[in-house]
């Protein structure tokens, strides 16, 4: 599986990005869980956002509930993450993930095929 992240920039605090993680044409993600990770310099990396295969289960960390959405797009191969009233301290590397199985893990050892990471700069 290949994993294109994309969507990544420099954005004032309180504006919006939206992520996108394609898939490769010859591979289906249809089936995997996808999750969304993010590692800032000098942190470990952590879970930010995950979604079951079908899209109608999904979970977010604590610090992100009620700005950042994911969603997807079996049809075409996608996931998105859309990430309003963005604050400094979500600036990071952002990676995208597909998990083992159906379900969406907030542990990274879930999943085994990982995007190249966008960077996300929140300026304040």
């Known amino acids: 599986v290949q994993l294109q992240a994309s969507g990544g920039g420099l954005v004032q605090a309180g504006g919006s990005l939206r992520l996108s993680c394609a898939a490769s044409?010859?591979?289906?993600?249809?089936?995997?869980?996808m999750g969304w990770f993010r590692q800032a310099p000098g942190k470990e990396r952590e879970f930010v956002a995950g979604?079951?295969?079908?899209?109608?289960?999904?979970t977010y960390t604590d610090s992100v509930k009620g700005r950042f959405t994911i969603s997807r797009d079996n049809s075409k191969n996608t996931v998105y993450l859309q990430m309003d009233s963005l604050k400094p301290e979500d600036t990071a590397v952002y990676y995208c993930?597909?998990?083992?199985?159906?379900?969406?893990?907030?542990?990274?050892?879930?999943?085994?095929?990982w995007g190249q990471g966008t960077q996300v700069t929140v300026s304040s």
């Open positions: 979604i079951n295969w079908r899209g109608g289960d999904t």
């Open positions: 044409r010859r591979t289906l993600i249809s089936n995997n869980g």
């Open positions: 993930a597909a998990a083992r199985g159906s379900f969406a893990s907030t542990s990274g050892a879930s999943y085994n095929y």
